[in-house]
């Protein structure tokens, strides 16, 4: 496999869409790392990303330099830092809903965890609510039906 990578390639940026853990275990076997990063157009550039030197697999990685971020109440990821937009061309409305006091809310759920690791979880106007009253991201339900050995793929 690494030989059809090129024979030399040692390390990967993925983004854009989550990469199972497994995924990136695997190619780690095979002395081929592969690190997640996160990032958004507001926020210009990547925000978080795992390094070389500092990796945990299943995660975004941690902050950037100079970039901060925080999980809001309600689960979001939020992202403040020089790299944050300034705002819509023409479209105040949708600025004001999307910064507050320079902290860019990315529509995106998440958790930091005591490393300051990133780990998203699904997006927030995906989220619906139970009979009782739970809020239930789909995409932890699909992932989780999907680890059921019978089951290959999952979608609500």
Same mark, same amino acid.
């Given at each position: 496999?690494?030989?059809? %990578?090129?024979?030399?390639?040692?390390? $990967?940026?993925?983004? #854009?869409?989550?990469? !199972?853990?497994?995924? !990136?275990?695997?190619?780690?076997? %095979?002395?081929? %790392?592969?690190?997640?990063?996160?990032?958004?157009?507001?926020?210009?550039?990547? !925000?978080?990303?795992?390094?070389?030197?500092?990796?945990?697999? #299943?995660?975004?990685?941690?902050?950037? =330099? $100079?970039?901060?971020?925080?999980?809001?109440?309600? #689960? @979001?990821?939020?992202?403040?830092? =020089?790299?944050?937009?300034?705002?819509?061309?023409?479209?105040?409305?949708?600025?004001?809903?999307?910064?507050?006091? $320079?902290?860019?809310?990315?529509?995106?759920? $998440?958790?930091?965890?005591?490393?300051?690791?990133?780990?998203?979880?699904?997006?927030?106007?995906?989220?619906?609510?139970?009979?009782? #009253?739970?809020?239930?991201?789909? @995409?932890?339900?699909?992932?989780?039906?999907?680890?059921?050995?019978?089951?290959?793929?999952?979608?609500?």
């Amino acid at each position: 496999m690494k030989a059809n %990578l090129g024979g030399k390639f040692r390390i $990967g940026i993925s983004g #854009g869409a989550p990469l !199972a853990k497994e995924i !990136a275990e695997f190619f780690h076997s %095979l002395d081929v %790392l592969i690190l997640e990063g996160y990032g958004l157009t507001e926020c210009t550039t990547a !925000a978080s990303v795992n390094r070389p030197s500092r990796f945990r697999f #299943g995660t975004v990685g941690p902050a950037l =330099p $100079g970039t901060e971020l925080r999980i809001a109440d309600d #689960g @979001e990821v939020l992202i403040k830092g =020089p790299n944050i937009f300034q705002g819509y061309y023409k479209n105040e409305k949708a600025t004001a809903e999307t910064l507050e006091d $320079g902290w860019l809310h990315t529509g995106d759920l $998440g958790r930091l965890d005591e490393d300051g690791f990133l780990t998203l979880n699904g997006r927030k106007k995906h989220m619906f609510v139970t009979a009782y #009253g739970r809020n239930v991201n789909p @995409e932890w339900v699909e992932a989780e039906l999907a680890q059921q050995a019978p089951i290959a793929q999952a979608w609500l």
